[in-house]
């Protein structure tokens, strides 16, 4: 380290970066704005700003436009809240570099409100964005605009629109490979790449840089340039397809040490690689502390410390000049480095991506040329660049039949949940002493299979140590998926089930809520999905996990789908049927009097009777009764007072209930509250619904009878912990 002053400043700047962020100043994440002004942004969302365009973004039906070096007006007074994402009501054509005015609805960005939920507060913070601009509409823009910038936004659409041309239905793919543009990809296949551990390919990286910027530079040196000429054109090149490519973490990464390195080469002196590293760091942490907790520059830095670190470890512990050993080695020495962050933010990791990319990292550099070839062919020849577009299309057809091959084996990935902080430092920890022993070892004995086998058997423990989420009694969530329901349960961490799932106010609730969800906890299977009635924010997130697993897209998989036994079977009720067929999950009929067992949980199924019709889908739907020890929980659906009153003589006192239909006034009746007597309750809805749900009706009635309230719109998931006799609850959000 004493020869590496720069590594050592690094370090000391992230020490005094987590400090900052312990003692609560907002460096890293939260809204660094005076008090003063969010309080004004919160009294008057209806605003209007001013600000430079950035960037712009097509979406489906309006136009996102971001805004740097902005302010607020009011009045004669000027109020910075620096950079800002606008949603505009139509789309109209505004040129990178102008100044425009603009008024809408100013909203902060909010933080996630479910474990496991992508982060938009942190994301954009990164980018020093702290408020979205909703609804809004140009009031002026001004004449001038940046000329460059507008040239390389235009030349990044002629480059996509040649690549949309010579590469029909994989034009998306080679948007993110050559360009860095990820939003043509369609969802599903962007879950095949990540179920395949490829999905890095998709993103401009190290990679890249390294096979353009290098091979350009060799390219101009053989013309006879010299170093010097060669290295400053490569740089520049570079930086420009840096800014061009939108500037993600890993590509202002890999373009600041691909800078070092030929600076290096320019001046005739040694390149370290952790120099390099550390200087780029330090540069990105600089301009947006923020980063520090970006999975992005996390991972990024992690995969090129695992390169530097474990992977030379490795060499000296396996000796051996096998191309392919060598590749494995070094895809496990990335996967063993950044494998605590990858748990951390997405709770599972490809278990299949450590071989495919025995395949994948060989042929990645034969993609990318074909494609930045194709996208420069297409500027002089079209039908040359279709021509220079094959071998990657080939081999991206390849990338496809693989990940396909892969989703289908058992054990695909591994769903091990988020770690503690605890857990990922000793994981380091250990990881170091058994890499350091290993080495040892090799060089005293020389005994290459013996290190080997010494090495296997304690990074496995060591890698499933990460894994261990050792969980007693009874744990149930309670997700805030807005307008609609959506409760998991884990009971001693053996055996889960999920109750509902579905919304009417965020999109795709099954995939950006229920299943991130899932794999933060380490819940792999799913012992059972208990539907209460088949209403569409009830239901559409089951919907959607349900053809997830039968397109192989998760790992997550259930054994069974339990349904009301109704005669009458609706159509939402049949499309369920459908998909539980499809993605080979056993579909089970309840009733009133039946029992499901969980070890020593009990589902105790009170509603509907036999015979029941299902025509009144929120009178039909299921009531359940859940048993742990000496604890009583009701679950009760979207039942009305009519319901309840039929129930009463079956009901007793109970510790936690699910509030019927997301607090109605209509439902949980006085009669039922005084039989029942909850501890607390529970009541799923949105702050924004048109229903007017919760009640105020309903909520003095809660109160009346001393049961303690807890609401997904004011504290995000709500989490019930039980050990059988006493419980435990809180929110998300803090």
């Not at 660094?32 to 600000?51: M, V």
């Not at 373009?255 to 080469?265: D, P, T, Y």
């Not at 040329?369 to 420069?376: D, E, K, Q, Y």
Request: a neutral charge; glycine letters at 10%; aromatic letters at 8%.
């Amino acid at each position: 380290m004493a020869k590496r002053p720069v590594c050592v400043f690094c370090l000391l700047l992230m020490l005094f970066l987590c400090m900052t962020d312990r003692l609560g100043f907002s460096l890293i994440r939260g809204n660094p704005l005076p008090d003063s002004a969010q309080e004004w942004i919160r009294k008057h969302p209806d605003s209007t700003i001013c600000g430079e365009v950035v960037k712009c973004e097509d979406t489906e039906n309006s136009l996102s436009v971001y805004l740097k070096d902005t302010y607020l007006i009011y009045h004669s007074e000027k109020i910075s809240i620096e950079q800002v994402k606008v949603f505009l009501n139509n789309n109209e054509e505004i040129p990178v570099g102008s100044v425009i005015l603009v008024s809408g609805k100013l909203e902060e960005i909010g933080s996630p409100r479910n474990p496991g939920e992508f982060d938009s507060k942190q994301y954009y913070a990164c980018r020093h964005i702290y408020y979205y601009l909703k609804n809004a509409t140009v009031k002026k823009k001004s004449q001038s605009y940046s000329v460059y910038g507008q040239f390389l936004v235009n030349m990044r659409e002629r480059f996509e629109r040649i690549l949309e041309y010579t590469c029909g239905n994989q034009a998306a793919a080679f948007d993110a490979i050559v360009l860095g543009d990820k939003s043509a990809l369609e969802p599903e296949e962007k879950l095949r790449y990540q179920m395949g551990g490829i999905i890095h390919i998709l993103a401009i990286s190290g990679l890249h840089i390294s096979l353009l910027g290098v091979g350009l530079y060799n390219l101009l040196k053989k013309t006879g340039l010299g170093i010097w000429p060669s290295g400053f054109i490569s740089l520049a090149i570079m930086l420009q397809y840096g800014m061009m490519t939108g500037g993600s973490v890993s590509t202002m990464r890999a373009v600041c040490m691909f800078l070092l390195s030929v600076g290096a080469k320019i001046l005739g002196r040694i390149y370290d690689m952790f120099t390099g590293l550390a200087l780029s760091a330090i540069l990105i942490l600089m301009e947006s502390p923020s980063y520090l907790l970006d999975s992005g520059f996390l991972l990024s830095f992690g995969a090129v410390l695992g390169i530097g670190t474990v992977l030379p470890a490795l060499e000296k512990i396996i000796k051996t000049e096998n191309k392919t050993v060598k590749t494995l080695m070094a895809s496990v020495s990335v996967q063993l480095c950044t494998l605590p962050v990858v748990l951390w933010f997405y709770g599972e990791v490809s278990i299949a991506g450590i071989f495919l990319n025995l395949i994948v990292l060989p042929t990645a550099g034969i993609v990318l040329i074909s494609g930045t070839s194709a996208a420069l062919l297409g500027l002089l020849c079209l039908p040359l660049s279709k021509i220079a577009a094959l071998p990657g299309r080939a081999i991206l057809a390849m990338y496809e039949i693989l990940c396909k091959m892969a989703a289908k084996l058992p054990f695909c990935t591994w769903i091990a949940g988020r770690p503690t902080l605890l857990q990922a430092g000793i994981y380091y920890l250990l990881l170091i002493l058994i890499l350091a022993g290993g080495s040892c070892l090799a060089e005293k004995t020389g005994h290459m299979k013996v290190c080997i086998s010494f090495c296997t058997t304690f990074l496995a423990c060591t890698v499933l140590f990460l894994g261990c989420h050792p969980e007693k009694g009874l744990k149930i969530t309670c997700l805030d998926v807005g307008q609609g329901d959506g409760i998991v349960a884990d009971v001693q961490g053996k055996w889960h089930f999920l109750v509902d799932g579905g919304s009417t106010s965020k999109s795709k609730a099954g995939q950006y809520v229920i299943l991130p969800f899932l794999k933060n906890q380490g819940i792999s299977r799913l012992d059972g999905i208990f539907v209460s009635h088949t209403d569409e924010d009830h239901i559409n997130g089951i919907s959607q996990l349900l053809e997830l697993m039968g397109k192989n897209l998760t790992s997550v998989k259930a054994d069974a789908l339990v349904m009301p036994l109704w005669t009458a079977k609706p159509e939402n009720y049949r499309k369920l049927e459908e998909l539980a067929k499809q993605a080979g999950v056993k579909t089970m009929y309840v009733k009133a009097g039946d029992r499901v067992r969980f070890g020593e949980t009990t589902i105790n199924v009170l509603w509907p009777p036999k015979g029941t019709t299902g025509d009144n889908i929120n009178e039909d739907a299921m009531v359940f009764m859940l048993e742990y020890k000496n604890f009583q929980g009701l679950f009760t659906g979207d039942i009305g007072e009519e319901t309840e009153r039929k129930l009463l003589g079956d009901l007793k006192d109970i510790d936690f209930l699910k509030v019927a239909h997301h607090g109605s006034r209509y439902s949980t009746c006085d009669k039922f509250l005084n039989v029942v007597k909850p501890e607390l309750g529970v009541i799923s809805c949105s702050s924004t619904n048109k229903y007017g749900h919760p009640s105020p009706e309903t909520i003095e009635r809660l109160n009346h009878a001393d049961c303690r309230i807890a609401y997904t719109m004011k504290t995000g998931a709500v989490t019930v912990i039980t050990n059988g006799n006493t419980i435990e609850y809180g929110g998300f959000v803090s």
